[in-house]
């Protein structure tokens, strides 16, 4: 199946500006049945959950709606699916939770190749506990982060591993699977931050080998929240802290105060979209994500590589992004202007490719790129061969 992206942009407001985006791994543009979901949670009536009144069951069926939802996309129970401000948020409050059972000596593992929400929560609260931080370096020259790199770190004092299922800023996919049974074969947890990763392929939780797992929906055209998935059981054993009155149960006991019903509203909204890109996929929810997932990745695969040949016809210019699996997420520098040069050049031009180090600062350095980073170039559903063609001319005709 391939993807109608003319009725895929169609569908998106903030594409009328003209701008040729390639922003997307910071945070993707909204399509309209997403804006009318948010707008008519809050239009009808809303209290806090409960079944007695009008507003108390539209709440309890955004929440449960939204649950099921995410369940689906990442192949999760919606019974261990919790939500957050955000992914970070979310990190945290795991990381503090989990480092109650930690103590010196026990060793947590965080790699280099990570977004620094996926480091700082598990190496400050490592440092709280007095346990071992363990750091794992991918290859600078291939962008690969080898599972024997992770094993050669393991050992019976690891309680836990942090590591990504697609870079932010290079789009490196490890293989999680083969991480996971090494995580698992002493006695560790993996946690999994799939932000980047649930943007551009599908998400199966158990078979990723992820004990936790979190994701952020407005990368996948949804509002701003965070997402934890877990197994419900896993959940049970953890005691977070929490108000007095507060549910105990899960996963409301990993929920600190009332959920932005609407942005839930928002969420499950995005996840429906998603399911329909790919048309004529039939099945459930879940069946027709993995087929426009498919559908979107053909995609995405086929404008990444007429980027890379573009790229490659270029003096001067180095791109990082290197490895056998990664997502259509490329940095890169050219020779005679800074990122944040070619930012600025190309946003003149009206085309949107932010610089930085988009947080992954520890990666960043690897790279010998510094705190200032490349200049990334991220594909989205709506992303078009025309947006493709007018930044390479763009490119080509870049004063140096």
Not at 122 to 140: C, I, K, M, N, S
Not at 294 to 301: K, P, V
Not at 340 to 362: C, N, T
Request: aromatic residues 6%; proline residues 7%.
């Amino acid at each position: 199946m391939a993807l109608d992206i003319d009725a895929i942009r169609a569908q998106i407001p903030a594409l009328k500006s003209g701008t040729a985006r390639f922003d997307a791994p910071g945070g993707t543009q909204t399509p309209q049945p997403v804006i009318d979901a948010v707008a008519d949670a809050l239009a009808a009536p809303l209290a806090n959950r409960g079944r007695n009144t009008e507003g108390e069951r539209n709440a309890d069926r955004i929440v449960t709606g939204a649950r099921a939802a995410l369940g689906d996309l990442l192949g999760a129970d919606p019974r261990g699916v919790v939500f957050g401000r955000s992914a970070t948020q979310l990190a945290y409050d795991l990381s503090r939770t989990l480092a109650k059972t930690w103590a010196p000596g026990d060793e947590v593992v965080v790699t280099r190749l990570d977004h620094d929400s996926n480091i700082r929560p598990w190496t400050q609260a490592a440092r709280a506990a007095g346990a071992t931080v363990r750091w794992v370096d991918f290859d600078p020259a291939t962008g690969e982060l080898p599972p024997e790199h992770v094993e050669a770190v393991l050992n019976p004092r690891t309680r836990l591993v942090a590591v990504t299922a697609a870079s932010n800023l290079i789009g490196t996919m490890p293989d999680l699977p083969a991480v996971a049974r090494l995580t698992h074969g002493v006695g560790a947890l993996l946690h999994v931050d799939a932000v980047h990763y649930a943007s551009h392929a599908p998400v199966d939780r158990e078979a990723l080998g992820a004990d936790t797992l979190v994701c952020s929906p407005y990368k996948f055209l949804g509002p701003h929240l965070g997402v934890l998935a877990a197994r419900p059981e896993f959940l049970e054993t953890l005691s977070p802290d929490k108000l007095l009155p507060s549910s105990d149960a899960v996963p409301e006991r990993f929920e600190l105060g009332t959920l932005p019903y609407e942005l839930l509203a928002g969420a499950r909204a995005a996840v429906d979209f998603l399911a329909d890109l790919a048309p004529g996929a039939e099945g459930g929810r879940r069946e027709r994500l993995i087929a426009s997932f498919a559908a979107l990745e053909a995609h995405e695969d086929t404008l990444r590589a007429r980027i890379e040949r573009g790229l490659a016809e270029l003096d001067g210019v180095t791109v990082y992004s290197r490895a056998a699996r990664r997502t259509p997420t490329l940095l890169f520098t050219m020779a005679g202007l800074t990122p944040a040069e070619v930012y600025r050049l190309l946003a003149e031009r009206g085309i949107d490719a932010p610089a930085g180090s988009f947080y992954a600062v520890e990666a960043s350095r690897h790279l010998g790129l510094g705190d200032e980073g490349g200049v990334r170039v991220g594909l989205a559903p709506y992303s078009g061969a025309d947006d493709v063609d007018r930044l390479l001319t763009a490119l080509h005709a870049l004063p140096r």
